[in-house]
């Protein structure tokens, strides 16, 4: 219920505050499992893809732990249906959490980058995208947010084809992270074939 109130309210803030167009909605599965995997610029992030996507989808976002630690926000987070996960180590229990959503049928949304980026401009990519796509072979879908998050926009949404990575199959270390790169490699060009949003997909 939060969640559908919340999309409703947001997706009005977005289009008539901060004139938001969503480019390639033709490219959206109708439902899940599915591992949205989007650029990080803006603590806005978040609102802003799920506002623009369709509300059935009820994103859960990985979201760092630290944002847990206020109780008031915490509260409107996991109903949200956000989960926390722990950046500064392999956070196995964030990983079973997205694997249980997408086993479900679920959306879990992804900032692969790990981090907002302060220039604006991709980051490197951490493997944890690439491990949970290629582990689970749920399709990815790659979202790029481009704008001035500011009032009176322009603010953007360029949504790519889905596509799915290859299952690991790996027979040490060194072959398993020579898959994962790849992996990371692929959701990375998937979102730099959506620069710039306005030159790459049709409008809405």
Not at 25 to 50: F, S
Not at 92 to 121: H, N, Q, W, Y
Request: charged share 20%.
């Amino acid at each position: 219920m939060l969640y559908r109130l919340g999309h409703f309210v947001f997706r009005i803030v977005y289009l008539v505050l901060f004139k938001r167009r969503v480019y390639g909605g033709e490219q959206l599965p109708h439902q899940g499992p599915l591992i949205i995997c989007a650029n990080h610029v803006n603590w806005q992030d978040p609102l802003i893809i799920g506002s623009a996507l369709p509300a059935h989808y009820k994103i859960k976002y990985m979201a760092k732990e630290e944002l847990f630690r206020n109780r008031f926000v915490a509260y409107f987070l996991k109903k949200a249906g956000a989960f926390p996960v722990n950046r500064q180590k392999a956070d196995i229990a964030a990983v079973r959490r997205c694997f249980k959503v997408l086993d479900e049928g679920g959306v879990i949304g992804l900032f692969p980058e790990g981090t907002r980026s302060k220039s604006g401009e991709l980051q490197h990519l951490q493997e944890g995208a690439a491990l949970i796509a290629a582990r689970s072979g749920a399709p990815v879908l790659p979202v790029l947010v481009t704008g001035s998050y500011r009032t009176g926009g322009p603010l953007s949404v360029a949504i790519g084809p889905v596509f799915s990575l290859p299952g690991l199959d790996y027979k040490g270390r060194k072959e398993r992270k020579a898959q994962l790169e790849e992996g990371s490699r692929m959701i990375y060009e998937s979102l730099r074939a959506l620069y710039p949003a306005d030159q790459n997909v049709e409008s809405l």
